[in-house]
């Protein structure tokens, strides 16, 4: 308990000795269609955290079970009391209990949070609002499908290079349309016993304000695609695809390419990952280690069990905007450690200077942890400024559209 109340003696006093989130829930009745809302008092008593509140809802009368969906209230860093808000939100119809959590998400070293005066409540339907929906975690979790056969280019078929010239930064306001996928975090070298493509994963993010279909999207590494599965990525939500063997937490959306790997495998010395949509475009694209395909320099080479993740996946598609990920995240916003280097900014070519801001998101998924075998928990990382220089590249869209036929 914390002596220092928000009201009464006492508070609910949360600490923690890693950077794994942390939580006390209680679970509670809900009906199916309902409005609810979840409320309460929080700060970061001692270290460097943010705390706020989640509503998990459950099929199961008990709370047990996957997650339908999750929702979130703003978190707050400060050591003062701040009412955490959910907002009204309509449970699933399906949903019969929800966990009401209070969460403390460490960024780094040991942390303390108080929580006071939490209500869990019936809420008046939310208002339609013109603007954009707020980024919160309602995504099925349930959902671990396979590709559709056929979705390969015929194997050993090389994948021409390829860079985007998006030019679009942080600043930007928030794009609607089907192509807002975009990569965000590559294990490409995951290691242990046996075969380590069986592992890998690649996660992408929905960078729009509304929620886009995996339905004629493809994925692939130098050599091959994969057709991806049509899944549904809600705005600023995640997927992870995933090979045959790789566990995720539970919350995580995960597809899985029909052959259990994806492309022909990442090579661990180095590869490229490319992103197309159904349109046949490629919108995003990355090359690390030994491959400059689509980097010249490449991005960073992870070690065996680093990720390599996108700082910003609004920012202009360069080796500058990725870096190796402090841990990894998948389904979460990624992190980076206070300094981390990423590649040398490329030579930029004089009249095509593009300059613009890098600035971490926040991310809507954050997920229990409850599981030892994978990383868990989340952190924010600190917002950063960054300057980037960015020399428009021409995409191949010739090439590409050739080899899948669209030519």
């Known amino acids: 308990m914390d002596a220092e109340a928000h009201g009464g003696e006492l508070a609910a006093a949360l600490t923690s000795a890693s950077s794994s989130t942390k939580w006390i829930h209680q679970v509670v009745p809900v009906t199916g269609g309902a409005w609810y809302r979840g409320r309460a008092f929080g700060r970061v008593a001692e270290g460097d955290a943010e705390v706020f509140l989640r ?4 099929a199961s009368a008990d709370g047990s079970g996957v997650a339908l969906g999750q929702s979130e209230s703003e978190a707050w860093a400060g050591d003062t009391w701040e009412l955490l808000d959910t907002g009204p939100v309509e449970a699933p119809e399906t949903a019969r209990a929800a966990r009401f959590r209070l969460m ?3 960024v780094a070293g040991d942390a303390r949070a108080a929580f006071d005066d939490a209500v869990f409540e019936d809420a008046e339907p939310a208002s339609p609002v013109a603007t954009p929906t707020p980024v919160t975690a309602t995504v099925s979790t349930s959902a671990v499908v396979a590709a559709t056969p056929g979705g390969t280019t015929p194997t050993g078929t090389r994948i021409p290079a390829v860079a985007t010239a998006r030019g679009t930064s942080a600043a930007t306001a928030v794009p609607a349309g089907p192509s807002t996928l975009r990569l965000s975090e590559i294990l490409p070298n995951p290691g242990g016993d046996g075969r380590d493509t069986d592992l890998e994963w690649v996660e992408l993010v929905n960078i729009g304000s509304e929620a886009v279909s995996l339905a004629g999207w493809k994925l ?5 695609l994969d057709v991806l599965p049509a899944a549904t990525i809600p705005a600023g939500g995640y997927v992870i695809v995933a090979a045959k063997l790789a566990v995720l937490r539970e919350g995580v959306l995960v597809v899985r390419p029909v052959d259990g790997v994806i492309g022909r495998g990442l090579n661990n010395g180095g590869d490229a990952v490319v992103l197309i949509d159904p349109a046949g475009e490629v919108v995003d694209a990355i090359s690390y280690g030994d491959n400059d395909d689509e980097f010249d320099p490449p991005a960073p080479l992870p070690a065996e069990g680093e990720t390599l993740a996108v700082r910003d996946p609004r920012s202009e598609a360069g080796p500058e905007n990725w870096a190796r990920a402090l841990r990894a995240t998948p389904g979460e916003q990624n992190v980076f450690a206070v300094g981390a280097a990423s590649t040398p900014r490329r030579a930029v070519t004089p009249g095509l200077q593009n300059i613009g801001e890098l600035a971490d998101p926040r991310a809507p998924l954050d997920v ?9 928990g989340a952190a924010v990382a600190a917002a950063a400024t960054v300057a980037v220089a960015a020399g428009a590249i021409a995409w191949k869209r010739a090439a590409i559209r050739k080899l899948l036929g669209l030519s």
């Open 55 to 58: 509503l998990s809802w459950y």
């Open 104 to 106: 403390l998400r460490p």
């Open 220 to 224: 692939g590494d130098a050599a091959q």
């Open 368 to 376: 229990d942890g409850s599981s030892s075998n994978v990383p868990e």
